[in-house]
């Protein structure tokens, strides 16, 4: 789904660029920018020097993040990063602050996405955007649903992570308003089709949350074929399952 997403910000950037104008720095806020690969291609569009600051709670990221190789950034771009946790850290202080905040597939985390939402919203700028990329609802969510209640042993479930529909039911209830651009993505299934690859079962595994690794073959193959039967031949031929990506414009009510 990267490459969907990659593009998309890309050109996102391109179009605030233009807006916000050479001269003056644009001030970026990134939720959770983990190593960057999303945030640098938004920095790149955009074209123009920004102010950036990412809360990124792991040390790992944090250090993935400055060790990448990107292509120059306009002068005067200044990156930092906090390990400040979102949204605890939004205050009084930031309302208002930022011309983009990007929440980039981070709303996972929380088990409500309401309350990040509302406080990206509360801290754009007049003109500014909160930019949301998130899973759509088809592909893996699916697959969790039709797997997860018999790994966990209840009917009573409720999955773990929101999609773009919860997000704009979220949405929905704030003083925003919103576009929403769906964006087709696939996730190479090769490996997971192929009963004799390791990689296949972690890819499994990491999809539904559940390690596969060790567990009785027939429940492996149940899971396997919650994905064989959504396979749909990709670009190149092979079987790919669709996993698309929502990219949410947030603007804040004026
Ligand atoms: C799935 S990764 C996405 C990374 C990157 N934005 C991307 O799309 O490639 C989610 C990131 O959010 C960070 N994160 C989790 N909870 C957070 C919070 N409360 N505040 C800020 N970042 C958080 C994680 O450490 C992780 O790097």
């Not at 597939?105 to 509360?122: I, K, M, N, S, T």
């Not at 003109?127 to 966990?152: K, M, N, S």
Request: proline share 8%; net charge negative.
């Amino acid at each position: 789904m990267q490459p969907a997403g990659l593009k998309w910000l890309r050109r996102y950037g391109e179009a605030r660029g233009n807006e916000v104008g050479r001269g003056r720095r644009a001030r970026v806020l990134s939720v959770g920018p983990g190593d960057g690969e999303l945030d640098f291609a938004f920095l790149e569009g955009l074209g123009a020097p920004a102010a950036f600051l990412g809360l990124e709670p792991s040390p790992r990221l944090r250090a993935d993040f400055f060790a990448r190789d990107a292509a120059p950034l306009p002068v005067g771009t200044t990156l930092a990063l906090s390990a400040a946790a979102w949204p605890e850290c939004a205050g009084e202080a930031l309302e208002g602050a930022y011309d983009t905040v990007l929440l980039n597939h981070v709303l996972y985390y929380f088990e409500d996405c309401g309350p990040p939402l509302a406080a990206a919203v509360a801290v754009v700028a007049p003109g500014g955007a909160a930019v949301v990329l998130v899973q759509a609802a088809e592909g893996v969510p699916e697959i969790q649903a039709e797997v997860l209640p018999g790994w966990r042993g209840s009917d009573d479930w409720r999955r773990d992570v929101c999609t773009a529909d919860d997000v704009e039911a979220a949405l929905r209830a704030l003083p925003c308003t919103y576009e929403r651009a769906d964006l087709d993505a696939d996730l190479d299934m090769s490996a997971v089709l192929d009963p004799a690859s390791d990689d296949g079962v972690a890819i499994m595994s990491f999809c539904v949350e559940a390690d596969l690794r060790g567990a009785a073959p027939a429940a492996v193959d149940a899971v396997r074929a919650a994905f064989a039967k959504r396979a749909v031949p990709g670009l190149g031929g092979g079987p790919v399952l669709r996993e698309p990506v929502v990219a949410f414009v947030v603007r804040p009510r004026e």
